[in-house]
């Protein structure tokens, strides 16, 4: 079986913050805030300031090693003239408690906006994501929980309420 590497640029999505020899890319709606990225390497990763990202504040390959933790997909790097980011193998999906399903692989998404390549993705498991199939937090503000204690009004998902449609939207009854 042989390994390829999905092109960079269809990874490459979202605003683009250079630095010397990496661009780190940046998509807001795919991100839950989870942090590895300020955790791991403060210095370039800096939510209070603008630009947030300061990727040229760290070595290239320590910037694309921080963003190879972000479990969601919303960071993706370019190395110049270096290696792209290689998908996990075996793919692996990995249920996190009372939030979304975290997935990386080769992974081919189907979306709403058509087929998405990607290496690493969080997907939401409550249903009321604003942003399917990829988790936008809604299972906190909602309460979610994966043991299934969430009324069914609740969870948007393909058994609605009354006055619930199926993906999750309240029914207002205004035309």
């Not at 990727?55 to 003239?81: I, M």
């Not at 969870?155 to 006055?163: F, M, T």
Request: with cysteine; net charge negative; charged share 25%.
């Amino acid at each position: 079986m042989t390994q390829t590497t999905p092109p960079d640029d269809v990874l490459a999505r979202g605003k683009a913050y250079t630095g010397d020899g990496v661009t780190v890319y940046y998509d807001p709606p795919r991100c839950v805030h989870v942090a590895n990225c300020v955790r791991g390497l403060p210095e370039v990763f800096r939510p209070r300031e603008r630009p947030w990202i300061q990727a040229g504040n760290a070595a290239a390959e320590r910037v694309a090693e921080v963003v190879r933790t972000c479990p969601t997909g919303a960071l993706h790097y370019v190395l110049a003239g270096g290696p792209g980011e290689l998908p996990d193998r075996p793919t692996t999906v990995t249920p996190v408690t009372d939030g979304p399903l975290a997935i990386r692989g080769d992974l081919v998404i189907q979306t709403p906006g058509g087929e998405v390549r990607e290496v690493r993705a969080a997907l939401c498991r409550c249903g009321a994501s604003g942003n399917k199939p990829f988790c936008d937090g809604t299972h906190a503000r909602i309460g979610w929980r994966s043991g299934g204690g969430t009324a069914p009004e609740e969870r948007g998902d393909d058994h609605p309420g009354p006055g619930q449609r199926a993906d999750g939207a309240r029914e207002s009854g205004e035309q």
